[in-house]
């Protein structure tokens, strides 16, 4: 019943820009956080942002902080990633995961047990 449909993703040189869309249906949107989280190749999926229901609270990786930015239109259902200064190791796949869950102990999120997933938005940087 949950939908989540993830767009934008392509190959962009270093230094670019890239927007990735997420529209999710079946669910009350500004009822949940949003978030989007990476796979790189070879490497464990991690946390990349994190944004509250109503967009006033925004999280990041420490790494990210400054040139990505999360945002969310609420009328539309969507949530977005603008990524800027792209360099390679930002290579991977793009997932948006409604509803994370935060860890206070280690200040980080994570996906809950049986999360939505859309199709993973490859975006490769070349050098």
Request: net charge positive; aromatic share 12%; glycine share 8%.
């Amino acid at each position: 019943q949950v939908q989540v449909v993830e767009s934008g993703g392509r190959l962009v040189q270093a230094g670019g820009s890239l927007r990735l869309s997420c529209e999710v249906s079946g669910l009350v949107f500004d009822d949940y956080g949003m978030s989007w989280f990476r796979q790189a190749p070879g490497k464990e999926r991690e946390f990349v942002a994190a944004i509250s229901w109503n967009g006033n609270s925004r999280h990041y990786i420490n790494s990210l902080k400054g040139r990505f930015t999360i945002s969310r239109d609420n009328a539309k259902n969507t949530v977005f990633l603008q990524m800027n200064s792209l360099n390679p190791e930002n290579t991977a796949a793009y997932y948006c995961n409604p509803n994370p869950q935060f860890h206070y102990d280690t200040n980080n999120y994570t996906p809950r047990k049986n999360a939505y997933w859309g199709q993973g938005p490859q975006v490769t940087v070349s050098s």
